[in-house]
């Protein structure tokens, strides 16, 4: 079954995570019941995949300020039909930063995600009112990865207003997002 490497990714990452388990089981129920879960007309919602990234010195952290959200995020985005969520991860860092080096961290000695959200995302239309997509969920599942590319070889994608490196005291500044908050939280343990 295409969907056995998240659900084994989701049973480690309740290991790891244990306070976690409600938000993983409704992950799991997604993914175990909708085979189309990976495609972005899934609905009540589809799996996406996103990547928090450290730079090289391990002091900041890469947000996108997202054009549709206009908020602060991490880079990630829809599967689309691609069943491993660390590729998808891998291809939206590369379409939305043009980074291409990149190392995936492992936790607690696996290759599992970092983080897990399901976040609700609002309808949107066109300029006339008209419905172009409905609110749904996106079940995102989170990788932390590392960068040794130097700052200028980063460059935003049109789905971005801007790309830049944060501190953590920045990205304090710039949002109160619990999810986000959450990852730098747990970030902290391989920042210098």
């Given at each position: ?36 879960c ?24 890469l ?130």
């Amino acid at each position: 079954m295409h969907r056995r490497l998240l659900l084994d990714m989701l049973d480690a990452y309740a290991r790891v995570y244990p306070a976690e388990v409600a938000m993983i089981e409704r992950i799991g129920f997604l993914v175990r019941s909708h085979a189309d879960c990976f495609e972005r007309t899934c609905r009540p919602g589809h799996v996406t995949a996103s990547a928090w990234i450290l730079s090289a010195d391990r002091r900041r952290c890469l947000l996108t300020h997202h054009r549709f959200l206009n908020r602060w995020l991490q880079l990630g985005g829809h599967a689309d039909g691609q069943w491993d969520p660390i590729d998808v991860a891998v291809r939206e860092v590369r379409e939305e930063s043009s980074l291409d080096r990149i190392q995936l961290v492992r936790v607690a000695g696996c290759l599992i995600p970092f983080d897990i959200d399901i976040h609700r995302i609002p309808a949107r239309y066109d300029a006339a009112g008209r419905l172009l997509e409905d609110a749904h969920e996106h079940h995102d599942i989170r990788f932390l990865f590392i960068t040794d590319m130097a700052d200028d070889m980063i460059s935003k994608s049109a789905e971005s207003h801007a790309i830049a490196w944060h501190t953590p005291a920045e990205i304090h500044e710039r949002t109160q997002e619990e999810s986000i908050l959450r990852m730098l939280w747990k970030s902290t343990a391989w920042m210098m």
